[in-house]
């Protein structure tokens, strides 16, 4: 059965400080997705990652897939207020099944 | 915007009632996922309709049931609510075994 974990759960940090959200899973996947959740709302795609290697950046935002250790990281840079948010990664998989297997999320606030 | 809506926004329900959950999925999507996420959780797969046709379901019990129509619109029943069946559901449309799943904004269900 597939497993995910994230970690940290909760990260506090300051305004233009870096920090790495880190997410684990047990089997094979196809995909790796990474979402943003505001409070009271849904959920916002942020990168789909389907190869080993893959690196995506969006802003002060950088995903990377290592499927050899079965480990993405979320990179932030500089953060901001803006980026307090809740973010999950999501694993698919292997086999096309589109039945995504979340991780808890990391409760994410920077303070100024 | 994702394209996906779901309704309605907000629910009140008994203990012992039942529930209509409806989503429409984005244009152009033949697949819908649905998922519960309690408080302070990441989303739970619940199941996945593919062309009117159940593909895959969740660790939920059986008074957790779904339909997909033709126009790829779908429905969550849930029969006999229990007061643990609180919580945010997540509808999500997708192209098959391509590309990220978009969500709608939700259903919060309360039972009492």
């Known amino acids: 059965e597939l497993k995910v974990e994230q970690n940290p759960l909760f990260l506090s940090m300051q305004e233009g400080k870096n920090y790495t959200i880190y997410c684990n899973y047990s089997t094979t996947s196809d995909r790796l997705y990474w979402y943003r959740q505001d409070p009271g709302k849904s959920l916002e795609s942020l990168f789909v990652l389907l190869s080993n290697g893959a690196v995506k950046q969006e802003g002060r935002l950088m995903a990377s897939l290592d499927t050899k250790a079965r480990l993405s990281t979320l990179h932030i840079t500089a953060a901001v207020h803006d980026l307090s948010a809740t973010y999950f990664c999501a694993v698919a998989p292997q086999g096309g099944s589109e039945k995504l297997v979340f991780g808890k999320g990391t409760k994410l606030t920077v303070n100024p | 915007e994702t394209g996906v809506t779901q309704s309605p926004t907000h629910l009140i329900k008994t203990r012992g009632q039942q529930v209509t959950l409806r989503c429409s999925s984005q244009s152009g999507h033949n697949t819908v996922s649905w998922y519960q996420q309690a408080l302070g959780q990441g989303p739970q797969f619940i199941f996945q309709y593919y062309r009117e046709e159940e593909n895959g379901r969740g660790n939920f019990p059986p008074r957790f049931s779904g339909l997909q129509f033709p126009n790829y619109s779908s429905e969550l029943n849930v029969n006999a609510l229990e007061l643990d069946d609180s919580a945010l559901y997540l509808c999500?449309?997708?192209?098959?075994?391509?590309?990220?799943?978009?969500f709608g904004q939700g259903t919060r269900l309360t039972v009492v």
């Open positions: 999500a449309s997708s192209l098959r075994a391509i590309g990220v799943a978009f």
